[in-house]
């Protein structure tokens, strides 16, 4: 399918576990982003990458890792999960970094 | 320290009437500002943008003003429609950093 998809949609995981979310558009967009959304905080930026094997920080990346090796992936790996990090995860892509974003569906995660 | 700020997390506006949307920002820098749409279990979609070298932008219904001096920036809705119910994210970013800061968003609900 064309657009932007993330795996798993819904995701229960325990404390300490390493979790991968994965990210694929079809739009062969140079921008990948992760954000994560928790009440009273909005949508802010763990991650983001300009290119393949360009990866940069973003507002909250502590205890997240990402990689790039292809143009149309951008997986979020949460090493060690902690409680905290319960939230829903989207990626989003775009062009180039002034234009849009387009998201995808998000990801719920649960940290027990 | 949060730079966009949507201060009403919430709105209720009867259907057909005007909708407005506030949103204050911190950081002068900023020059370029998006709202985003999201409905339940979707990820946020693009609706309207403005440039800061402008003091409105129009799409239909929908109309963003800018008032770069009192930093703040409204979006428009009229007439209000049932399915403009949603949470809406006000997201600005500068000329030179690769990425959006978003607001904590305000839940509009069009009441019949």
């Known amino acids: 399918d064309a657009g932007i998809t993330q795996s798993p949609r819904y995701k229960i995981t325990e404390t300490g576990r390493q979790v991968t979310l994965m990210c694929h558009q079809t739009?062969?967009?140079?921008?990948m982003f992760w954000y994560r959304q928790d009440l009273g905080h909005g949508l802010r930026l763990i991650y983001y990458?300009?290119?393949?094997?360009?990866?940069d920080k973003g507002e909250v990346p502590d205890g997240y890792v990402v990689s790039r090796s292809k143009t149309e992936n951008f997986p979020l790996t949460l090493e060690s999960a902690t409680r905290s990090q319960t939230s829903v995860y989207f990626c989003?892509?775009?062009?180039?970094?002034?234009?849009?974003?387009?998201f995808g569906p998000g990801t719920r995660l649960t940290v027990l | 320290d949060q730079q966009v700020k949507q201060n009403s997390p919430s709105l209720s506006v009867q259907e057909g009437r005007i909708s407005i949307l506030n949103c204050d920002y911190t950081?002068?820098?900023?020059?370029?500002f998006l709202w985003y749409k999201k409905y339940p279990a979707e990820g946020p979609t693009f609706l309207i943008s403005?440039?800061?070298?402008?003091d409105k932008n129009e799409d239909g219904r929908f109309t963003v003003f800018l008032n770069k001096s009192a930093k703040h920036l409204s979006l428009h809705i009229v007439p209000s429609q049932p399915g403009d119910s949603a949470v809406y994210f006000c997201?600005?970013?500068?000329?030179?950093?690769?990425?959006?800061?978003f607001g904590t968003g305000t839940r509009l609900q069009v009441t019949l």
């Open positions: 989003a892509s775009s062009v180039f970094w002034t234009n849009e974003q387009f």
């Open positions: 739009w062969s967009h140079s921008y």
């Open positions: 990458s300009a290119a393949a094997d360009i990866t």
């Open positions: 950081n002068s820098m900023f020059d370029y």
């Open positions: 403005i440039s800061s070298i402008k």
């Open positions: 997201a600005a970013l500068t000329g030179t950093a690769s990425k959006l800061t």
